[in-house]
């Protein structure tokens, strides 16, 4: 386990003793970075909206469509959307696809110079492309960029597991979970990570 990891850990314990038990009942923290920007948006939009074996199913279809060589902008725009349909991805996905290939391909996003913003200035690039909203964007922060302090106050596992850990009578509300996660940062990603863990491991947890 990185150093920085260890450092996170012992902070988050420190700050907040509810997320102290998750922690210990969790164990070791893992988050799987996907180093390809524009292969994790793509996968971003397939999977939205579907359930995981289907989603899995047309992801492959898409990715052996091409062969499997480098997925780029330009092959995505010079694709039939007929083929596309083909692989399973309906008229609405093939739209959101191709804005976003035509994002890239004529500089309205650099995805080499995402890493040098911040996570705000990535928000707003990324949510101007049909079918990405601030959601995906934040999985996009996470999961690709590697960012630890972000707190996505939309996501519904989120919400839950905060309810049930902090016992509140309803789910949480943007600011409530906000304020929270204050003692948290800059660690909130991590703190996010084992929240979503905690549900399936909420018996455990007393």
């Not at 700050?15 to 180093?35: F, M, P």
């Not at 091409?66 to 902008?73: G, R």
Request: overall charge positive; proline content about 4%; aromatic content about 10%.
């Amino acid at each position: 386990m990185e150093s920085w990891n260890i450092d996170a850990l012992q902070y988050l314990c420190k700050a907040d003793s509810n997320l102290e038990k998750i922690i210990k009942v969790v164990g070791k923290y893992s988050i799987k970075i996907r180093n390809d920007p524009f292969q994790s948006l793509i996968e971003s939009i397939i999977y939205q909206q579907l359930a995981g074996k289907a989603a899995n199913a047309i992801y492959n279809r898409f990715i052996n469509y091409y062969d499997n060589n480098e997925i780029t902008p330009a092959r995505i725009l010079n694709s039939s959307n007929d083929n596309l349909k083909k692989v399973g991805l309906s008229n609405r996905k093939i739209d959101y696809l191709k804005d976003l290939a035509s994002h890239i391909y004529d500089g309205r996003i650099n995805l080499e110079e995402l890493p040098t913003m911040n996570d705000e200035e990535i928000i707003n690039k990324l949510v101007n492309v049909k079918g990405i909203g601030r959601w995906t964007s934040e999985m996009f922060l996470i999961f690709s960029l590697g960012r630890q302090d972000v707190l996505p106050v939309t996501d519904l596992g989120v919400r839950k597991a905060i309810q049930k850990v902090y016992s509140l009578s309803e789910l949480p509300k943007p600011n409530t979970m906000m304020e929270i996660a204050e003692p948290w940062r800059p660690y909130r990603s991590i703190a996010t990570w084992y929240l979503w863990k905690s549900l399936s491991n909420f018996n455990t947890i007393g």
